[in-house]
């Protein structure tokens, strides 16, 4: 009897294994919005968790260190300001204290997290943003530019803020003839791609306002899609079937006629939503609902899309974060975290790929996108664009100091679009007002607001010298903590080599 030997294929993602945490390192009496609308419900970055929780007379969602774990106390303090349930929250990619919510109240608000984290609720936003007549329930930051977010709700509108100035800077109305189900930037945040209600798949030009490439009927069902641009331009939808099967399909935005690939998983009810990881190409697949978490891997080969496996476990989430890379463990070959929603506790789960070696897995992490921002809000509404500014998880990574940190620590001043001067309560054009493009008044306001390259100067002479000294000094005080973090992180990794020299050497290995 002969056997045929399948060829298998190369990879090293092929074996990554899904565990979650112990119970003593979740996250206990936490009461998960019952919000029906289809959104995560948390958004977690290396420093903070942030929760979307059930609140009485308004909308409020719960703001945690990232290393908190056991029981939540009643009294907690939490973000309370909307007047209405939250529906989205997303951090900022540049700054680990920005975080922007979502509301049925029809506005966006961008809040200032205090290092230390929250000791009393807070109900004052830094910038409130007011544009849409509907709820808001989109939110997407730029991947590179600061301060640019955008947003969609229920009026089928698109508009996109500087943040920075609270400005209207582009708005999309004519674009969606009906709901707006998902919003995606590609890599460099030169275009965006939408599925609508209507089962058309855009992909938009936000700053000309253009629909550049339309491909209808994405998915022939009639419930829920969602759609993410992956790195090299492709995009990956989920979906039903006309028989309310689940679906993935994977396109190449140069030929949207045919789909790269379909694959149809279950006939489960919740909406598939989509985790994409730029750095391994992986896709994780999450429904609200269900007890598993599928993983795919993205290639170059047919048919594109590879099942890697699934993590299931007993209990049905609610929602899930997904950790930025920057805050994985790369000593244990951590290269994706969960925090999965239950119905009243947190539970992390770590992806990783066993390695026997101790030694940093360079293969395993490319150089991620870091903190500092590409440009500036004026440089990419001005038309530039530029991809995100990597760096290196080698040896741990170290947050640096940003340039542009004061930028939102006070709220700005806006300039009334009606008279082009004095100044406005902070927020936005109303829905009805046109999007500001390059007018005198926005001029003011950027005159008003400083921009995050450029420090504040001193009006006298003679404090002007003493300020630039001190400026200099902090930033000597900055690369020195730097560069001892690397030196701290290099002899540990020397003392690691040092003791498996030792073990080769005494013939224990």
């Known amino acids: 009897m002969s056997f045929r030997r399948g060829v298998v294929r190369q990879s090293k993602f092929r074996h990554v294994f899904a565990q979650a945490w112990k119970a003593e390192h979740c996250i206990d009496d936490i009461r998960v919005s019952r919000v029906t609308w289809d959104s995560p419900l948390c958004a977690v970055n290396p420093k903070f968790i942030a929760i979307i929780i059930e609140a009485g007379g308004g909308g409020a969602f719960l703001v945690v260190p990232i290393t908190k774990s056991g029981r939540i106390d009643q009294s907690c303090p939490t973000v309370c300001g909307h007047a209405a349930p939250v529906l989205d929250i997303q951090w900022s990619p540049h700054d680990d204290s920005i975080i922007a919510s979502a509301s049925e109240d029809c506005t966006v608000k961008v809040w200032q997290i205090p290092d230390e984290g929250l000791t009393s609720p807070m109900t004052e936003a830094i910038v409130t943003l007011e544009g849409h007549s509907k709820r808001v329930g989109i939110l997407s930051w730029h991947p590179t530019a600061y301060n640019i977010l955008l947003t969609a709700g229920c009026d089928n509108v698109i508009c996109v803020w500087n943040v920075g100035t609270g400005e209207l800077v582009y708005q999309l109305t004519d674009a969606h003839p009906d709901l707006i189900y998902s919003v995606s930037w590609n890599k460099d945040g030169s275009a965006i791609c939408t599925v609508c209600k209507d089962k058309a798949l855009r992909v938009i030009d936000p700053r000309r306002g253009t ?299």
């Open 211 to 509: 629909i550049l490439k339309v491909r209808e009927r994405v998915h022939d069902g009639t419930r829920s899609m969602r759609a993410v641009f992956l790195s090299d331009g492709k995009i990956l939808t989920t979906g039903f079937s006309r028989m309310s099967e689940r679906q993935l399909a994977l396109w190449d935005t140069n030929d949207l006629s045919e789909p790269m690939a379909v694959q149809e998983m279950d006939t489960s009810n919740g909406v598939l939503l989509p985790f994409y990881d730029p750095d391994t190409n992986m896709i994780y697949l999450f429904g609200k609902g269900d007890c598993t978490i599928r993983y795919f891997e993205v290639t170059d080969e047919s048919p594109y899309v590879h099942f890697l496996s699934l993590y299931s476990s007993k209990e049905p989430q609610r929602g899930a974060g997904f950790l930025s890379k920057r805050g994985v463990d790369v000593n244990k070959c951590e290269i994706a975290r969960f925090y999965k929603l239950h119905e009243r506790k947190v539970e992390p789960i770590s992806m990783t790929v066993p390695r026997k070696s101790d030694l940093f897995q360079g293969d395993l992490y490319p150089d991620t996108a870091g903190l500092e921002p590409a440009l500036l809000a004026d440089e990419w509404i001005a038309g530039q664009d530029a991809p995100p500014l990597l760096v290196s998880l080698s040896g741990g990574y170290t947050a640096p100091p940003s340039k542009h940190r004061d930028t939102l620590r006070s709220k700005p001043k806006l300039v009334s679009q009606d008279s082009g001067t004095g100044s406005a309560p902070p927020s936005a054009a109303n829905a009805t007002a046109p999007p500001p493009t390059h007018t005198s008044a926005s001029k003011d306001a950027e005159e008003e607001m400083p921009l995050p390259r450029a420090a504040t100067r001193e009006t006298d002479g003679n404090t002007e010298r003493p300020k630039k000294e001190d400026d200099l000094l902090n930033e000597l005080l900055t690369e020195m903590k730097a560069l001892r973090a690397v030196v701290l992180a290099q002899s540990q990794r020397i003392e690691i080599l040092e003791r498996q020299l030792a073990r080769i050497e005494d013939g224990d290995v």
